[in-house]
């Protein structure tokens, strides 16, 4: 079993940034492959982020293509997520899910998922 645990979100004004943090225990992290995803309020859970197991692929929604830089510390068991130029529609819960399988794919057919940290933009 994988347990994941986000931090980092919070409230930030239109324009800013925020550093998302998730730490994984339970299993060879570098075994796991990694994402992002966000839920705002009514709508489904929709992908942001993935990184391969090694971290020399990643992929991104068009929504945060060239805002968003995700990235992995294989060391410390930890994926990180940097938003920047956050705007109001990124408003949402967001998560960490880890997946046994090596194939990136941005459906959430993860195996593994955390508890999600609220981040909110101002406009």
């Known amino acids: 079993q994988v347990q994941l645990v986000e931090s980092g979100g919070g409230l930030v004004q239109a324009g800013g940034s925020l550093r998302l943090s998730c730490a994984a225990s339970g299993r060879t992290f570098s075994n796991l492959l990694m994402g992002w995803f966000r839920q705002a309020p009514g709508k489904e859970r929709e992908f942001v982020a993935v990184?391969?197991?090694?971290?020399?692929?990643?992929f991104y929604a068009e929504h945060v293509k060239g805002r968003c830089t995700i990235s992995r510390d294989n060391a410390k068991n930890t994926v990180y997520l940097q938003m920047n130029s956050l705007k109001p529609e990124d408003t949402g819960v967001y998560y960490c899910?880890?997946?046994?399988?090596?194939?990136?794919?941005?459906?959430?057919?993860?195996?593994?998922w955390g508890q999600g940290t609220q981040v909110t933009v101002s406009s």
């Open positions: 899910a880890a997946r046994n399988s090596p194939v990136p794919t941005t459906t959430p057919t993860y195996d593994y």
């Open positions: 990184i391969t197991r090694s971290g020399s692929s990643t």
